[in-house]
């Protein structure tokens, strides 16, 4: 079974930068099939892609955000990782990160999600 | 680009159907098959329901259902359960945004 396990602080400064780390177990983070995502949701809205990061380091980013936004993955390590730059108090959310069925653009396993507050 | 379009919230009694709606454009719902729905308790993952408009996952109830018409996908849970009361979720593939997801539609079973 598929396992995504998030880590990283949950609070960080205005003008500072995100940055979460998802670690896959269960399955390859090689697999050519998936995409390996972010998504948010701040407070009682609703779910906003962040991007995602391929297995050769690939990436493709939510328009919106693509200054800010820097993900990453070490293979090695079977983990991905995402950067959000200069946050703002807009930032603070619960993210999580999923895997995405290519073939599908469906989401089929997600981390735990964490609730990043962008506080001084 | 927008997020697609759902209903803010809806509402039916136990054993009563209800359909859920979610609206986009031909650049996304209505120009591909890759439109995926969630459910979601508060303070909870998201999961998957259905994918490519109408397909249910493995251990998905088949009281859950879901369709297409142009730039309009809909859900319908059937036999209404109180634990179907949640958030639901749209999302699609889109050729200018890669993937977007509808507001959602929080279900109140009354």
């Known amino acids: 079974q598929v396992q995504l396990q998030q880590s990283g602080p949950g609070l960080v400064k205005p003008s500072q930068t995100l940055s979460l780390t998802c670690t896959v177990s269960?399955?390859?983070?090689?697999?050519?099939?998936?995409?390996w995502s972010w998504i948010r949701q701040a407070p009682g809205r609703g779910l906003e892609w962040i991007g995602y990061?391929?297995?050769?380091?690939?990436?493709q980013y939510n328009a919106s955000l693509k200054s800010r936004v820097a993900m990453s993955i070490e293979t090695s390590e079977s983990h991905f990782s995402l950067k959000l730059s200069s946050v703002t108090a807009a930032d603070t959310a619960v993210y999580y990160c999923?895997?995405?069925?290519?073939?599908?653009?469906?989401?089929?396993?997600w981390g735990q999600g964490a609730l990043v507050t962008v506080s001084s | 680009q927008s997020a697609l379009t759902q209903p803010a919230s809806v509402s039916g009694s136990p054993g009563q159907s209800i359909t859920i709606s979610c609206t986009g454009t031909s650049t996304d719902i209505g120009g591909y098959n890759y439109v995926s729905w969630y459910q979601q308790y508060p303070g909870k993952t998201p999961k998957l329901l259905i994918y490519?408009?109408?397909n249910r996952p493995s251990g998905v109830s088949n009281r859950f259902s879901a369709s297409k018409s142009g730039n309009t996908a809909s859900l319908t849970i059937s036999g209404l359960q109180t634990e179907d009361e949640a958030d639901y979720y749209c999302s699609s593939y889109s050729r200018t945004s890669h993937v977007l997801f509808g507001g959602g539609t929080k279900l109140t079973v009354l």
């Open positions: 999923a895997r995405e069925d290519s073939r599908h653009t469906v989401f089929d396993y």
């Open positions: 490519d408009v109408r």
């Open positions: 269960g399955g390859s983070i090689s697999d050519k099939t998936y995409y």
């Open positions: 990061v391929f297995y050769t380091g690939a990436t």
